[in-house]
């Protein structure tokens, strides 16, 4: 028996030591480097959200190939111009058609670009929206056929 623990120990340890590495080279950055100070950020950006009621239209739809997108943006109703616009479009399954693209003004409050969806799967879509103190986020995922 003693035996038998004395090769278990071991093992188990090597095993915990290439999970630990595996984990530590491979780490996905799902956790934000600036947990707190974002957080605080991110209800006063809220707060000033809701205090000029911003609304962001969600983009139609996404298909293979290009697409037109139109995003129209209203506070307390009315259209909000000369924002900063930006679309972030990326896969799910892969970062190497991440893509991140400037919104230009084409009307007041409506906003376009055109985006590249390469090929099928659970695309992610993001919004920023920045102007003065006003920062905004919307999210969306679209399943492309």
């Not at 090597?14 to 956790?31: D, H």
């Not at 190497?96 to 695309?123: C, N």
Request: aromatic share 14%.
């Amino acid at each position: 028996m003693k035996l038998f623990l004395y090769l278990i120990y071991p093992l188990f340890f090597f095993a915990m030591g290439c999970g630990i590495y595996v984990a530590y080279n491979n780490a996905e950055g799902l956790v934000d480097k600036n947990y707190y100070e974002n957080g605080k950020h991110y209800f006063a950006a809220k707060e000033v959200e809701q205090k000029l009621d911003v609304a962001i239209s969600k983009p139609d739809s996404l298909k293979m190939g290009s697409n037109e997108i139109h995003i129209s943006v209203t506070s307390h109703g009315k259209p909000l111009e000369d924002a900063a616009l930006s679309l972030f479009v990326g896969n799910l399954s892969s970062t190497r058609y991440d893509s991140t693209l400037t919104m230009q003004e084409e009307a007041p409050g409506i906003y376009h670009t055109t985006a590249a969806i390469p090929f099928k799967g659970v695309w992610f879509v993001r919004i920023d929206l920045v102007k003065q103190q006003l920062r905004a986020t919307r999210k969306w995922f679209f399943d492309v056929r």
